[in-house]
């Protein structure tokens, strides 16, 4: 891949996101809402209880915040433009499968990040956050976008049409949370079940998000779980790559 | 059907040749769309494929730059195989698949310089952009334009690399005819500038003006190869007298006029083929009623696909 055509491609994909108010809405506005809905709702359960509810849910709110960013405006801009033949296009070009999909990355990277800043300025405004943990928050933040958009990538290949990735990813999503004990605490599943989701990325994502802004006890080290993220990550790519098509036809 | 093979236009395989089909055959499941097909595209030319919707163009054009794996035959495009070469034709084969968008949010100065980031060497995306005559449009988004700016834009992604052979698949299909002479103009620059162009269409005007030769297909197979002139001259050489149907003559008495040679009915058009097409006319002119909205012309390539094929190109094949 030459470099001019991934920085251009991943500008074009930027004014795209940008301008496009579907993927817009859903690359940048749907996850603010999750972070206001877990907020109101940590208000709410704070009025009736000792606990800081607000920063128990706060580690929730970001993983949902980052892996509904990697999905919904990543998989369905993707998807889509597979149906215009849009991909069809790019396919009779020199263009590789990988450029055109790491070309997607800057621009969302980019976005989570705002995210991560965003949150990182409210934990520490409520001294959630010590400033030890934040750069431990920011590579977890990192490592853990890299699995939801490599996890994008990979829907991105498969499915089939818009209409299917929209009501996909809203399952996978809460799939990832229930794996990863955002929803149901890992400790209160059996311990074999708990032993096999700590080697997933989603497990080792909330465990340092929780560790660093909700104060929980580490269940594994911080650079364990970035690998782990990362690893995984990178074979997922690859697959993508592999599983890619730019065409809606069969051949 | 009158099956013509095209070993009288082939040219002998050279390195004058940049298109080289032979035997082509594409099943989808049971049904039979490419059928036994043999094409010769000359480098330098522009060649059209004409023939009616569900002829199996798009497919054969598809096979030829690697969007799709033929079922048996062999093919050879700028001396590589699209199915085992596609990297290499891709830098060297310009392509505009039917049916296909650009990015909908980029302006069209953004979409040609994204195209152009894709090649080695491409040409300036401004210089292309007034060569499609879309210096107006430039920074409208790809949305805004029309079906016709759109079209250009398309071409021009095309054009914008520089390449040795361009393939387009019905170019001007939906445009007006002031966009399609427009199209046309650019197709003719890049032909004079030494690339070769091949291009399908349904549009036997477009195949007539615009292409050098021109292989008129049907049902999977090439039933004529040659330069459009030279192919009327072969197969179509009878005039064509033509007028319409309601408040006209009788066909009876159309048919007696000494001369006629065969008449049909299309559509609301009584057509008359004859070979006296002077005095034909004059003796319909005088009859009472007289014909309403005549036209006098040659035969052209409609009439070629007629005679070759006993069906007209509005015609579409079924499946």
Same mark, same amino acid.
């Given at each position: 891949m030459t470099g001019n055509s991934f920085r251009t491609l991943a500008l074009a994909n930027a004014r795209e996101l940008v301008r496009d108010r579907k993927t817009a809405f859903a690359a940048i506005v749907m996850p603010l809402f999750f972070l206001v809905l877990f907020l109101a709702v940590g208000h709410f359960v704070n009025r009736s209880s000792e606990s800081d509810a607000i920063r128990m849910l706060l580690p929730t709110a970001l993983f949902f915040m980052l892996g509904s960013m990697a999905f919904f405006g990543t998989v369905s801009p993707t998807v889509d433009l597979r149906q215009r033949r849009t991909l069809r296009l790019l396919s009779? =070009?020199?263009?590789r499968k990988i450029t055109f999909l790491l070309s997607l990355v800057p621009v969302r990277a980019l976005v989570a990040l705002g995210y991560v800043v965003l949150v990182v300025a409210f934990a520490t405004a409520f001294d959630y956050v010590t400033l030890a943990g934040i750069p431990v928050l920011l590579v977890s933040a990192v490592s853990g976008v890299a699995f939801f958009l490599s996890l994008g990538f990979v829907l991105a290949a498969v499915l089939p049409s818009a209409e299917a990735a929209n009501n996909t990813l809203s399952l996978v999503l809460i799939l990832m949370a229930f794996l990863g004990g955002a929803?149901?605490?890992?400790?209160?599943?059996p311990q074999g079940v708990r032993d096999v989701l700590g080697w997933l990325p989603p497990a080792r994502l909330v465990d340092t998000f929780r560790h660093t802004i909700a104060g929980f006890p580490a269940q594994f080290p911080a650079w364990s779980s970035w690998l782990l993220m990362l690893g995984f990550a990178a074979v997922l790519t690859a697959l993508a790559t592999r599983v890619f098509s730019w065409d809606t036809d069969n051949r | 059907m009158t099956t013509e093979q095209v070993s009288e236009e082939d040219p002998p395989h050279? &390195? =004058?040749?940049?298109i080289s089909v032979h035997g082509l055959t594409k099943y989808y499941g049971s049904v039979?769309?490419?059928?036994g097909l043999d094409l010769e595209v000359r480098s330098g030319e522009l060649f059209g494929v004409l023939g009616?919707?569900? &002829?199996g163009k798009s497919t054969m054009l598809e096979i030829l730059v690697g969007l799709r794996e033929r079922s048996s035959g062999t093919v050879e495009v700028l001396g590589s195989d699209p199915s085992n070469d596609r990297e290499r034709l891709r830098r060297l084969v310009a392509v505009q698949p039917q049916q296909a968008e650009l990015f909908?949010? %980029?302006t069209v100065r953004e979409t040609l310089r994204l195209w152009a980031s894709f090649h080695e060497n491409p040409e300036e995306p401004e210089a292309v952009i007034e060569r499609v005559g879309l210096t107006a449009s430039a920074d409208h988004r790809v949305h805004k334009l029309s079906g016709g700016q759109e079209r250009r834009l398309l071409v021009a992604t095309a054009l914008i690399s520089r390449p040795e052979l361009i393939v387009l698949d019905e170019?001007?299909?939906?445009?007006d005819p002031n966009a399609r002479a427009d199209l046309w103009d650019v197709l003719l620059a890049y032909r004079d500038r030494g690339g070769t162009a091949l291009l399908s269409t349904h549009s036997m005007e477009e195949a007539e003006s615009l292409c050098d030769r021109v292989a008129v297909v049907d049902s999977g197979k090439v039933v004529a190869c040659g330069a459009p002139a030279e192919l009327v001259t072969r197969h179509a050489p009878h005039d064509v007298v033509s007028f319409r +149907? &309601?408040?006209?003559?009788?066909i009876e008495a159309v048919r007696a006029?000494?001369?006629?040679?065969e008449t049909e009915l299309h559509g609301n058009r009584v057509l008359v083929h004859t070979s006296r097409a002077e005095e034909v006319t004059n003796e319909l002119m005088s009859m009472t009623p007289a014909p309403q909205n005549l036209v006098r012309r040659t035969g052209g390539l409609d009439s070629v696909f007629r005679v070759l094929?006993? +069906? =007209? %190109?509005?015609d579409e094949k079924d499946g």
């Open positions: 009779t =070009t020199p263009l929803i149901l605490p890992l400790r209160s599943m | 050279t &390195a =004058t040749t940049s039979l769309a490419v059928d009616p919707n569900g &002829a909908p949010n %980029l170019p001007s299909t939906g445009l +149907r &309601a408040g006209s003559p009788d006029i000494p001369g006629v040679e094929t006993g +069906r =007209t %190109l509005d």
